[in-house]
């Protein structure tokens, strides 16, 4: 199937990610690791273990920063 002329083709669907690792995490947020495993330890930050791997839901990062915007502070 080809797109007329003159139309714009369609934006690639994009999801967020289910769950992100410790050092895309701190990407994401611009929150240093150690500062990162504080709020995991504290219960801010939700985390999932498969096997050796310790996975943060995406929704957790997201709420976090939401937390933070709405002045609740970290």
């Excluded at 002329?5 to 994401?28: H, N, W």
């Excluded at 690791?33 to 791997?53: D, N, T």
């Amino acid at each position: 199937m080809s797109i007329p002329s003159g139309q714009a083709k369609p934006e690639p669907y994009r999801t967020d990610p289910l769950t992100v690792r410790i050092p895309e995490a701190c990407r994401l947020t611009g929150i240093g690791r150690s500062k990162l495993y504080e709020l995991i330890a504290e219960g801010s930050i939700e985390i999932v273990k498969v096997g050796g791997m310790t996975l943060i839901p995406f929704e957790s990062l997201k709420q976090l920063i939401a937390a933070g915007r709405e002045g609740h502070g970290l």
